[in-house]
């Protein structure tokens, strides 16, 4: 069984701040996909990161993928209330499965 | 809008009752897949399937059935309900090709079973 585990588990911060979330496993992925969740919604996919190494940025959150393609963290700047939500990440192996964290649950006040 | 539809969106069930879990996707997405999201536990993979007529069982899969008899439908059955299958379930569809296609959720059905 592979397993990805989130850390922290709740993070609770002012607007203007900046965090980050981590995502750690023993197993190797082919991929690795970011979430975020809002209450009564489903998963919305953020990015995929691929290769090892791989940063991707989209506006002021900065993903990074593990040179051995174990870990991953998401980065936030400057955070805003939009920005509140449950965080997930989740890695991709072949067969299409998705195995998920637990998530981060994230609380940027204004 | 294309996406994931599920039905319905609640659902109190009684023990003992059984229900089905309906789900549509209009993407062609060849994979479909259902979740359940429990407190502290994270998103849980009940059942999934890589086209019509071919499903297979995730980390979670007693009590409960799924079959595919299209490309867009992946309804999930509760044979007898139980309060430990109170949860809310995600239907979940991704193109099958490769390996880094993001999956498109519903919105999600909360269910009680009381």
């Known amino acids: 069984t592979q397993l990805l585990e989130q850390s922290p588990q709740f993070l609770s911060i002012q607007e203007g701040e900046n965090l980050t979330v981590y995502c750690n496993s023993s197993?190797?992925?082919?991929?690795l996909q970011w979430y975020r969740q809002e209450p009564g919604e489903g998963p919305v996919l953020l990015v995929t990161?691929?290769?090892?190494?791989e940063v991707k940025k989209l506006k002021r959150l900065t993903f990074q993928f593990g040179d051995a393609r174990k870990d991953s963290s998401l980065h936030i700047t400057a955070a805003q209330p939009g920005d509140t939500g449950l965080y997930l990440c989740?890695?991709?192996?072949?067969?299409?499965?998705?195995?998920f964290g637990g998530g981060t649950r994230v609380l940027v006040k204004p | 809008n294309a996406g994931v539809t599920q039905t319905p969106k609640f659902q109190v069930l009684k023990t003992g009752q059984s229900m089905t879990l309906q789900c549509a996707q209009d993407m062609n997405h060849e994979y479909m897949s259902w979740y359940r999201q429990d407190p502290g536990m994270g998103l849980r993979l009940i059942h999934y399937?890589?086209?019509?007529?071919?499903?297979d069982q995730g980390e979670v899969p007693n009590g409960y059935n799924v079959s595919r008899s299209t490309t867009e439908d992946f309804p999930l059955r509760l044979l007898s309900a139980a309060p430990s299958q109170t949860s809310v379930y995600f239907c979940a569809s991704s193109r099958v090709r490769g390996t880094n296609y993001g999956y498109t959720f519903g919105s999600g059905t909360r269910l009680t079973v009381v």
């Open positions: 197993s190797v992925f082919s991929s």
């Open positions: 990161v691929v290769t090892g190494g």
């Open positions: 399937s890589v086209g019509a007529g071919i499903t």
């Open positions: 989740a890695g991709q192996a072949a067969g299409n499965k998705l195995t």
